[in-house]
């Protein structure tokens, strides 16, 4: 069975940093596009950052030139390494796996596995 632990969230203070991990069991992941999204409380899930097969990642602009997404496929593992955090990047981090290995898609309906999220809170 397919799944994607997430790990790594936690409570930080603005400008500090965190590293999120994704590990995948019962899928391989490097054939596959992999995304962060995330979700604050009273919004939608919203793109964070994927990354191709071939490594090549994109960001919302929001996080460019902060946050870092970084595959691992010898581990079957995804990294989000967040840097200069915000208040408003407070939010349950989710990782997703689409079956595409070539397009990032931003919308949470193109990706077909997820993890359960974690939480991440920025304090000011």
């Known amino acids: 069975q397919a799944q994607l632990v997430e790990s790594g969230g936690g409570l930080v203070q603005a400008g500090g940093s965190l590293r999120l991990s994704c590990a995948a069991s019962?899928?391989?992941?490097?054939?596959?596009?992999m995304a962060w999204f995330r979700q604050a409380t009273g919004k939608e899930r919203e793109f964070v950052a994927g990354?191709?097969?071939?490594?090549?990642?994109e960001y919302t602009d929001s996080v460019k030139d902060r946050f870092t997404i970084i595959r691992d496929n010898a581990r079957n593992t995804v990294i989000l390494q967040m840097d200069s955090l915000k208040p408003e990047d407070t939010a349950i981090y989710y990782c997703?796996?689409?079956?595409?290995?070539?397009?990032?898609?931003?919308?949470?309906?193109?990706?077909?596995?997820w993890g359960r999220g974690t939480q991440v809170t920025v304090s000011s």
């Open positions: 997703a796996a689409d079956e595409g290995h070539y397009i990032i898609e931003t919308s949470p309906s193109e990706y077909d596995f």
């Open positions: 019962g899928l391989s992941i490097s054939r596959r596009v």
């Open positions: 990354v191709r097969s071939d490594g090549l990642g």
